[in-house]
């Protein structure tokens, strides 16, 4: 099992504090609009993702410790994420176009679209389509410059975390995986839980009786 997360600026985001009666309203009307316009296409990056020249960001090489800081809710700099200086202009390139993107995205259509993806799923597709490749969990996340220079940057994460709506509906009735548990555990993440692989464990549980799903993180 490799480490995967990647970052990126390609999704929405949702207000998080609401009434109880107002939250379900509007979780419902999301559902909704969400199934009206899925788009089941390999032109939707939240089932094909794919890694972008310099549009996306992978944590595959990042240090495991200020990974975990970062995941906790800490402020870490690109530097220390990713100590070595070979590998630093490339992340700063890759920051600033993610950050340029996600600010378009705030300034023409007034969303939050910088996202963090933990765990990838697929699962076997039918003959003819391109093989799944869906973020499971998504949380948004701040990257804010430090100095003139742009190659070193913040990232910093919100307690804003979901399923991937575009996999929630993908799978369907037929594996519920946007269940009471691991809603139970997204909830516990603003208590300080961060039990992400348990999130995965449960989603891969729910998806059993999908033909050859599985997630690696």
């Keep these: 099992m490799e480490a995967r997360l990647t970052l990126n600026s390609d999704t929405e985001t949702r207000d998080a504090k609401k009434s109880p009666v107002r939250e379900a309203l509007v979780a419902e009307a999301v559902k909704k609009w969400i199934s009206q316009s899925f788009d ?6 939240l089932l094909y993702y794919r890694h972008l020249k310099v549009g996306t960001l992978s944590f595959d090489t990042a240090d495991p410790g200020e990974l975990s800081r970062l995941l906790e809710g800490n402020n870490v700099p690109t530097n220390r994420m990713f100590p070595d200086a070979d590998e630093q202009t490339d992340v700063g390139r890759r920051c600033r176009a993610i950050r340029a993107k996600a600010q ?12 963090i993806a933990y765990g990838m799923a697929t699962w076997r597709s039918e003959e003819g389509k391109p093989t799944p490749n869906a973020p499971v969990l998504l949380g948004t996340a701040v990257l804010t410059p430090r100095g003139r220079v742009g190659e070193n940057y913040d990232i910093q994460l919100t307690e804003d975390w979901e399923l991937n709506p575009s996999l929630v509906v993908a799978l369907g009735s037929e594996a519920p995986i946007n269940n009471s548990s691991v809603q139970a555990r997204i909830e ?10 348990g999130i995965l464990d449960d989603v891969v549980d729910a998806a059993s009786t999908i033909s050859g799903f599985f997630h690696f993180t």
């Design 104 to 115: 378009q995205g705030i300034e023409e259509r007034g969303i939050e679209t910088l996202k």
């Design 188 to 197: 516990a993440i603003l208590d300080g839980v961060y039990d992400f692989d």
């Design 40 to 45: 089941p296409t390999g032109n939707n990056r």
